[in-house]
């Protein structure tokens, strides 16, 4: 049994144009007690190529028929419409903030997380945000081994937990770690190509997911900042075969305009 590279997932580029969007690092802590927000809708451009996505937000990032196994996805190019938000409580004595919103980051990435989480400042020190992650509105295809007819998509949901370090010391350097548990809503990865039940459990995409991330942020004539970022990935799934461990990279590239914000990000799994 082979795996083909053709159904590794490869995000060449992404581009969101979004009203008064918040920096990558983490937005501010008010210095006023009392709730803020935002809802900030945006559009944009995403090329992405993929034979084990489905669907993102209603968006079709791959064939529902494909000929072979050894057939490389062809890249997928659409406008893409989100709506960012976020509803917060600040305590400005004590540098606390409580919220609930969508993760930026996440969508860029094609997982439309919620968090619902807290902020601490510690002055010098940095700032420290710790949340809980959920989501459920991907769509992967059931057995993406299906060849000569239409695939059927299922959902992949995940929930885990966020923490993150952002001021390091002072500076602009921000640290991230996340655990997903992935749930595969219909998970029948090799039923179509006639494998034992042992044969397919080695490609079950259940698991676990671990992230370690770090970025660094460059700003420059005060309205662009340019952040490299490393992610080290251990992707524990169920199946031996899906299981994997990596590197990835990434430069995602911000303008603060008003009233128009520009974010772009160039990846590269490893």
């Given at each position: 049994m082979r795996l083909k590279?053709?159904?590794?997932?490869?995000?060449l580029s992404l581009v969101l144009v979004i009203a008064g969007s918040?920096?990558?690092?983490?937005?501010?802590?008010?210095?006023?007690?009392?709730?803020?927000g935002f809802i900030q809708p945006g559009v944009g451009y995403l090329s992405i190529e993929s034979n084990?996505?489905?669907?993102?937000?209603?968006f079709e990032l791959s064939d529902k028929k494909i000929s072979d196994l050894d057939e490389e996805p062809d890249s997928k190019s659409t406008m893409i419409a989100t709506i960012p938000y976020k509803i917060a409580y600040t305590f400005a004595g004590s540098r606390t903030q409580?919220?609930?919103?969508?993760?930026?980051?996440?969508?860029?990435?094609?997982?439309?997380?919620?968090?619902?989480?807290?902020?601490?400042?510690?002055?010098?020190l940095g700032v420290f945000q710790a949340g809980l992650l959920f989501s459920g509105t991907t769509r992967v295809w059931k057995d993406p081994y299906v060849t000569g007819q239409n695939r059927d998509d299922t959902s992949r949901g995940n929930m885990g937990g966020q923490l993150v370090w952002d001021k390091v010391f002072g500076s602009n350097l921000e640290l991230e770690y996340s655990l997903r548990k992935v749930d595969i809503g219909s998970e029948k990865s090799g039923e179509f190509l006639g494998l034992t039940n042992s044969e397919q459990d080695r490609l079950d995409r259940n698991g676990t997911v671990h992230r370690l991330s770090a970025g660094y942020a460059f700003k420059f004539g005060g309205q662009h900042t340019l952040t490299p970022q490393i992610t080290?990935?251990?992707?524990?799934?169920?199946?031996?075969?899906?299981?994997?461990?990596?590197?990835?990279?990434?430069?995602?590239?911000?303008?603060?305009?008003?009233?128009i914000s520009w974010r772009s990000r160039l990846r590269r799994p490893g």
């Open positions: 590279g053709a159904f590794q997932v490869t995000l918040p920096a990558l690092a983490l937005d501010p802590i008010p210095k006023q007690s009392g709730f803020s084990t996505v489905a669907k993102v937000l209603s409580v919220f609930l919103g969508t993760e930026l980051g996440d969508l860029l990435s094609f997982d439309t997380a919620q968090q619902l989480g807290v902020k601490q400042e510690f002055g010098a080290l990935f251990s992707e524990d799934l169920d199946g031996e075969a899906m299981a994997n461990t990596g590197v990835d990279f990434q430069l995602t590239y911000f303008y603060d305009g008003d009233p």
